[in-house]
């Protein structure tokens, strides 16, 4: 079955302590993006990936990290996490840049 | 700024009526236009995308939205709504200006409320 997983699916943590949260696509696609959603926000895009090796920063990219050495995995790092940093955080992935983006099902982040 | 509005937070309608789920959108260009739905604890699903042509696009679970270019809409429609159909719904835009960022822009989600 073609999807996007991602773990954990909720994380509880506390202010400074470094977490990641990981992403892998069984559909071979090259893009993958990181999104957040907040209430009355919508979705954001964090960062984003073009293929192995290549990423760039998204519209909130400020507190995350993310790395791509296989293309099916695409983790996200929080080096030094802060409460603004809870929110529900989605990968996706896409056969192109502009293409249906596929959804994992979401990691429910508390920072306290 | 590019941005995407759903300018209802809910929409309540009774099973069987006609629902409808509205979406502006003020991004340059053509882009390429998305309706997602969310249920409870899961992750976004796709439901359709209009990239080009006919005006009235069908996707998913009988689901179908109308592209209007000339004001800029891409509301998401059904003939007969199901309780099952209620979920939150977000309409996004890819732009395709500013090159190859695989970047959706979302607006802020409509809850959709089918009463029985």
């Known amino acids: 079955e073609a999807q996007v997983t991602q773990n954990p699916r909720y994380l509880i943590t506390v202010t400074g302590k470094k977490l990641t949260v990981t992403c892998s696509q069984n559909?071979?696609?090259?893009?993958m993006s990181w999104y957040r959603q907040d209430p009355g926000l919508g979705l954001r895009q964090i960062y984003y990936?073009?293929?192995?090796?290549?990423?760039d920063k998204g519209d909130v990219p400020e507190g995350y990290k993310v790395s791509r050495k296989e293309k099916r995995n695409f983790p996200l790092i929080l080096e030094s996490p802060s409460p603004n940093q809870t929110s529900l955080y989605f990968c996706?992935?896409?056969?192109?840049?502009?293409?249906?983006?596929?959804f994992g099902p979401g990691t429910r982040l508390t920072v306290l | 700024a590019q941005s995407v509005a759903q300018p209802e937070d809910q929409v309540n309608v009774a099973e069987g009526n006609p629902l409808t789920v509205k979406c502006t959108y003020s991004?340059?260009?053509?882009?390429?236009l998305f309706w997602y739905v969310q249920y409870p604890n899961r992750g976004l699903q796709f439901l359709l995308k209009?990239?080009?042509?006919?005006?009235l696009v069908k996707g998913s679970y009988g689901f179908e939205a109308e592209f209007n270019k000339s004001q800029t809409s891409f509301h998401l429609k059904k003939p007969s709504a199901l309780v099952s159909d209620s979920a939150l719904y977000f309409c996004a835009v890819s732009p395709l200006e500013g090159g190859a960022t695989n970047k959706l822009i979302f607006g802020t989600g409509t809850l959709l409320a089918v009463q029985p």
């Open positions: 559909m071979n696609h090259e893009y």
């Open positions: 990936s073009m293929n192995v090796e290549v990423t």
């Open positions: 209009y990239i080009t042509g006919d005006n």
């Open positions: 996706a992935s896409s056969s192109s840049p502009f293409n249906t983006q596929y």
């Open positions: 991004v340059s260009g053509n882009p390429y």
